[in-house]
């Protein structure tokens, strides 16, 4: 999947570092679930990241912004219709359905920590149903990071770009691959046009801003 096609940078550092922080910590708190304290700070700190995640995505810049990718309902459905022709179109920043899954992690990972801390109040001692919550919801955040990791490694091979590598280095083609099912659809309405940019991103059709 190497590309010489000429890059964009599109993730910001604060995108791709709380992206691998949070993706470690979640992981090692499925690992290490043993409620003790270093689950349940391993838990918090996840929380931290997603939180700083947030703001940025009201105050930062460029892709990493919600301007730039939040769904609404007209886009997922738009997205999902193009996916089952196998037309779904490239983005710069998250398609439609990926950024809906982002939304739907984060808030498990604040749903987890909540019930967490409801399984040891004093309040709810002897009641079972915070942890049992807990262990529901710990086992969707596992399937549902299980088909994110999957639709990262398809949506890579249908675009011949490597969407894995993209959040380490930031960078992305600047303009779709040849025989990708999207060419001229999903992208910035010139793709031969000189890179703009990660503002490039938000010019995308689909998007708000
Ligand atoms: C990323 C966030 C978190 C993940 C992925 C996670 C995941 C898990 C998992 C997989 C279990 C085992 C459940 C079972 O055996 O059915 C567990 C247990 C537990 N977790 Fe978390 N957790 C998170 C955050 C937290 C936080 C912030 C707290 C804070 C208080 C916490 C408190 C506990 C406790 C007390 C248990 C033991 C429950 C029991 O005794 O059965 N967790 N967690
Ligand atoms: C517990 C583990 C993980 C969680 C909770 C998670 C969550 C997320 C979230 C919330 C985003 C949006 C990033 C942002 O806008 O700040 C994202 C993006 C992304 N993640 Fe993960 N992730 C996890 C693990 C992984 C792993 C292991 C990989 C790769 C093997 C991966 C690949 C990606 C890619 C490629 C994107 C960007 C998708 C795009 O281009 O639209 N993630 N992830």
Request: aromatic fraction near 6%; proline fraction near 7%.
């Amino acid at each position: 999947m190497k590309s010489s096609r000429q890059s964009i940078l599109v993730w910001d550092p604060v995108v791709r570092i709380t992206h691998w922080a949070v993706a470690a910590l979640v992981l090692w708190d499925l690992y290490e679930d043993s409620g003790g304290p270093l689950h349940r700070n391993l838990g918090y700190a996840a929380v931290c990241v997603v939180l700083v995640r947030v703001a940025w995505g009201v105050a930062g810049p460029g892709a990493g912004n919600f301007r730039a990718w939040l769904p609404d309902r007209s886009g997922v459905v738009a997205y999902l219709k193009a996916a089952v022709t196998g037309q779904a179109p490239r983005y710069l920043s998250h398609t439609p359905l990926g950024a809906l899954m982002m939304l739907v992690l984060w808030a498990l990972i604040l749903a987890l920590a909540a019930t967490g801390w409801m399984s040891r109040l004093d309040m709810l001692w002897g009641e079972d149903w915070p942890k049992d919550i807990h262990g529901v919801l710990a086992r969707l955040l596992l399937a549902l990071v299980g088909l994110h990791i999957a639709a990262a490694i398809l949506m890579s091979l249908v675009h011949k770009e490597n969407l894995i590598l993209s959040m380490v280095t930031g960078k992305k083609p600047a303009a779709p691959a040849a025989g990708s099912p999207s060419v001229g659809t999903g992208e910035s309405p010139n793709p031969s046009a000189p890179p703009a940019g990660v503002d490039s991103a938000d010019r995308s059709p689909g998007r708000r801003g």
